[in-house]
């Protein structure tokens, strides 16, 4: 049993999920070196097969003779929107969304992410080629959670109602003889 299953065994954290691959990104177990050449390769094919996708489209583009200025804007409309798919991909994977952010500036984004698909897989694919996507920022925050879970676990000394009282030095403690409050003639 790993340090994760037994930590989550007796209730502390337990590590979250990343898409592919669950949670054998903590231990590397459960066929995480298959998963992760799978991740990079299907990526690059989808990325290549959705090039190919565009390709064809833009060869409509051409056949239809739109103009060369039409064919430029869409070209440089999806090479920015790849380019920030990629990049929005990489720091998701690096760091939280804020929370704090506006929910309909997320939806005006998915468009776009939309758009630059190909960021997106290529990101999946140069993150896959040194861990799981998303694992060194999962890593990180399961580590001090379970490091604040140990904390928290090692300060407790048990059951409270058992502890008996220690006597105090005034001479006032549960030993002295005395009664708490009065004092002695």
């Known amino acids: 049993m790993s340090d994760a299953q037994r930590t989550a065994a007796q209730g502390g954290p337990e590590p979250e999920e990343i898409r592919f691959f669950g949670t054998t ?67 998701g994977f690096v760091r939280r969304a804020d929370p704090s952010a506006d929910s309909g500036a997320e939806r005006s984004m998915q468009s776009l992410m939309m758009i630059g698909f190909i960021g997106t897989l290529l990101a999946y694919f140069c993150r896959s080629l040194a861990e799981a996507p998303g694992e060194k920022l999962r890593r990180a925050e399961y580590e001090a959670a379970r490091e604040r879970y140990s904390r928290r676990r090692g300060s407790r000394a048990g059951n409270p109602a058992a502890r008996k009282s220690k006597p105090k030095p005034n001479g006032t403690g549960a030993g002295s003889g005395t009664k708490a409050g009065k004092k002695r003639r």
Do not use: K, M, P
Request: include cysteine.
């Open 25 to 91: 990104w903590v231990e590397h177990d459960g066929g995480y070196g298959l998963r992760r050449v799978g991740v990079a390769v299907g990526s690059l094919l989808l990325a290549a097969a959705g090039a190919a996708v565009l390709r064809f489209a833009f060869q409509g583009l051409e056949i239809a003779d739109v103009g060369s200025f039409v064919n430029v804007l869409v070209v440089a409309g999806f090479a920015v929107c790849s380019a920030l798919a990629f990049r929005r991909t990489w720091d």
